[in-house]
Each structure stands twice: as structure tokens, then as C-alpha cells.
């Protein structure tokens, strides 16, 4: 990638749109203690932000950055604008328990973390 690329450009360099889930997968720098995609802003700085919030930016327009960007689809790492929404604290924590997310929904023996990804119990491995 030419070093004078657009941040749009780094950007669809790393997503992957061919996932067999409809996900459009992140394929750049994922954040190890939660999962999410990150790429670096242009400038001096280094400013890191999030790709599913960057990928909402492009796809729905610029949003309330106290807004939170949330995934219909639980992959931290999809980018797939079909996938995302801009929700709140409220709705997102609402999302989170009708999916069985929360704290103790977890059936025995899964590790929460990985919950998204994980389809075996972790006594199973």
C-alpha cells in the first residue's frame, strides 16, 4: 500500500469479505484483552480507533462518538456494516442479555471471553 493512502483505503486493505458467516472479517491489528479490530489513524500521533466504529463511520456517516457501535452478529472482529448498529449503554446491555450474554448466562464449563467464538466445552479440550 503506497504510503499516501486514504485511511478508507488501509482500511478495505484489511477486511475480508469472503467469510462463509456473511462477516466481513478484520484482518488487521486485533486488541488482545477484548478482541476488536484496531488500525491507526493518519497523523504523528498513532491514534488507534476501533474498525467496527471506523467501518460505521464510512458506511453510516459520522455518529455521536459517545455512541457505542454495536454487532447483531457477537463477532468482535466484523467490520460488515450489515452486521453493525449504533446503539447505547442501555441497548447494548439489553442486546447483551437477550442473547444470553451476561454475567452468568454462560452455560457451565464455557470460558465468556471467548464465548462468540466458542462452541466447545473448555473441560472438552
Same mark, same amino acid.
Given at each position: &500500500?503506497?504510503?499516501?493512502?486514504?485511511l478508507t483505503e488501509r482500511f478495505w486493505e484489511k !477486511?475480508?469479505? *469472503?467469510?462463509?458467516?456473511?462477516?466481513?472479517?478484520?484482518?488487521?491489528? +486485533?486488541?488482545?484483552?477484548?478482541?476488536?479490530?484496531?488500525?491507526?489513524?493518519?497523523?504523528k500521533n498513532h491514534r488507534q480507533v476501533y474498525a467496527? $466504529?471506523?467501518?460505521? &463511520? !464510512?458506511?453510516?456517516? &459520522?455518529?455521536? $462518538?459517545?455512541?457505542? /457501535? @454495536? %454487532? %447483531? @452478529?457477537?463477532?468482535? =472482529? @466484523? /467490520?460488515?456494516? *450489515? =452486521?453493525?448498529? +449504533?446503539?447505547?449503554q442501555k441497548s447494548n446491555a439489553q442486546d447483551m442479555?437477550? $442473547?444470553? $450474554?451476561?454475567?452468568?448466562?454462560?452455560?457451565?464449563? %464455557?470460558?465468556? =471471553?471467548?464465548?462468540?467464538? @466458542?462452541?466447545?466445552? !473448555?473441560?472438552?479440550?
Amino acid at each position: &500500500m503506497p504510503k499516501n493512502a486514504t485511511l478508507t483505503e488501509r482500511f478495505w486493505e484489511k !477486511v475480508n469479505t *469472503a467469510s462463509e458467516s456473511g462477516c466481513w472479517e478484520w484482518t488487521g491489528a +486485533i486488541k488482545k484483552s477484548n478482541g476488536y479490530g484496531l488500525i491507526c489513524l493518519p497523523g504523528k500521533n498513532h491514534r488507534q480507533v476501533y474498525a467496527h $466504529r471506523l467501518s460505521a &463511520m !464510512v458506511h453510516f456517516g &459520522m455518529f455521536d $462518538r459517545r455512541a457505542l /457501535v @454495536c %454487532h %447483531h @452478529c457477537d463477532v468482535r =472482529h @466484523c /467490520v460488515n456494516p *450489515a =452486521h453493525l448498529y +449504533i446503539g447505547d449503554q442501555k441497548s447494548n446491555a439489553q442486546d447483551m442479555v437477550t $442473547r444470553g $450474554r451476561g454475567r452468568g448466562q454462560f452455560p457451565p464449563g %464455557h470460558v465468556p =471471553h471467548n464465548a462468540p467464538r @466458542c462452541n466447545a466445552l !473448555v473441560g472438552a479440550r
